[in-house]
């Protein structure tokens, strides 16, 4: 038995009917725009905590050359996007 009462085989069917409905492209964009809306709210909650901190008086720590790469990455992927 799968999901609440909804077998495997059900499931299999349902993602058929939705790839033939909205096709492989477009499900992956939708999941890139997902995931994309997920980081920034990641990241504003993230630099929310860190405001919060300077406010407090604390000092942020600095960033490691890894966060420094990875920052300059997403910035080349959403001018690309743009």
Known sequence: MGLGGISIWQL???LVIV???F???KLRNLG???G???KGFKESVSDKDKSEEEED???PEPLSESSKTTQAKDA???KERS
């Open 12 to 14: 299999l069917i349902i």
């Open 19 to 21: 790839l033939l409905l």
């Open 23 to 25: 096709g492989t492209k």
């Open 32 to 34: 890139s725009d997902l």
């Open 36 to 38: 994309g809306a997920i």
């Open 57 to 59: 008086g604390e000092e």
């Open 76 to 78: 080349e992927q959403e």
